[in-house]
Nanobody, 117 residues
Framework: QVQLVESGGGLVQAGGSLRLSCAASGSRFSINAMGWYRQVPGKQRELVAA???????NYADSVKGRFTISRDNAKNTVYLQMNTLKPDDTAVYYC???????????WGKGTLVTVSS
C-alpha cells in the first residue's frame, strides 16, 4: 500500500523559512511527478509546486522566487524549501505523487504551515 508521509510543517514568523519533506513508500511501480498542494478552509486545494522524475519543475505564480521544489529519486522523497514566508502562505500542505503507467494519484495526510505576521 502506497503511503506518503509529510513532515516539516510548523509555526514561523513572516519572512522566515521552512522545509517540507514527503517520503513515499510501498509502491511497486515508478513514481512519476510529485508535488505539493495547499488548502485553506473554504477554498479549493491549489497546486504550489510540482516536479517530474527528470527534475522539470512547475510553480504557482504566488510562490515563484520564494519556494523551491526538489526530489531525491533514490529515497522517493520530495522537498519544498519555503523562504520569505508570508501570512498568505498559511495552509495545510499536502504531498501528491503520480505513480505507475496510469499515473494513479496518491495524497499524504497533510502538514500545517502557519505564518504569523
Amino acid at each position: 500500500q502506497v503511503q506518503l508521509v509529510e513532515s516539516g510543517g510548523g509555526l514561523v514568523q513572516a519572512g522566515g523559512s521552512l522545509r517540507l519533506s514527503c517520503a513515499a513508500s510501498g509502491s511497486r511501480f515508478s513514481i512519476n511527478a510529485m508535488g505539493w498542494y495547499r488548502q485553506v478552509p473554504g477554498k479549493q486545494r491549489e497546486l504550489v509546486a510540482a516536479i517530474t522524475s527528470r527534475g522539470i519543475t512547475n510553480y504557482a505564480d504566488s510562490v515563484k522566487g520564494r519556494f523551491t521544489i526538489s526530489r531525491d529519486n533514490a529515497k522517493n522523497t520530495v522537498y519544498l524549501q519555503m523562504n520569505t514566508l508570508k501570512p498568505d502562505d498559511t495552509a495545510v500542505y499536502y504531498c501528491n505523487a503520480q505513480i505507475g503507467v496510469y499515473n494513479m494519484g496518491y495524497w499524504g495526510k497533510g502538514t500545517l504551515v502557519t505564518v504569523s505576521s
